[in-house]
């Protein structure tokens, strides 16, 4: 294990970029709606979210895209690795990682799943995390917990 000081760094594929952020996050999840999909060009994006105040980037400028009003999607200007998205509209501030972006991304682990009912519909994982159609704010009930299908061959997912 690395020590406390070296948890929560990051950056980019090729370096110009560098993050550092402090203690644990408020939540990791993973996303499928579409605007992070597009962003960051997967099946799914799988978020670290802190307070904007515990981030520090340590090496380079991220440039940031405004995807919507109050919100940044930041990129490497050299590689173009997503990295972030950005808000000033949550109180407090807070910043999303794209989890690979850590140099150590084991050290966080996802605990559900944000608009889920938008996911590719050929898309699925065998976790049993709860899943939302949106962002479980405001007391949202879960829809379901676990796979949409039957999961992997093996596995056996209570129906819900
Ligand atoms: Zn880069
Ligand atoms: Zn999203």
């Known amino acids: 294990m690395g020590d406390k000081t070296e948890t929560g760094a990051g950056g980019c594929l090729c370096g110009a970029v560098r993050f550092q952020a402090a203690g644990e996050p408020v939540v ?9 999909r597009r962003h960051n060009g997967g ?3 799988t978020l670290v979210i802190f307070p904007a105040d515990k981030v520090r980037f340590t090496v380079g400028e991220r440039k ?3 995807s919507s009003p109050g919100f940044g999607r930041a990129f490497c200007g050299q590689c173009g690795t997503p990295l972030t998205i950005e808000s000033e509209k949550h109180d ?3 910043i999303e990682f794209h989890i690979s972006t ?3 991304p084991d050290a966080y682990v996802p605990s559900l ?7 590719l519909a050929w ?5 049993d995390l709860p899943r939302y159609h949106g962002l479980n704010r405001d007391g949202e009930e879960q829809y379901r917990h676990g796979a949409a299908t039957k ?3 093996g596995y056996n997912f209570p129906e819900s």
């Open 151 to 153: 999961g992997l061959p």
């Open 123 to 127: 898309f699925d994982v065998a976790d």
């Open 92 to 94: 407090p501030p807070n």
């Open 28 to 36: 990791t999840g993973h996303c499928h709606c579409s605007d992070c």
């Open 43 to 45: 099946p799914v994006v």
């Open 113 to 119: 799943h944000w608009y889920h009912s938008r996911r």
């Open 102 to 104: 850590f140099d150590d």
């Open 64 to 66: 940031i895209y405004q």
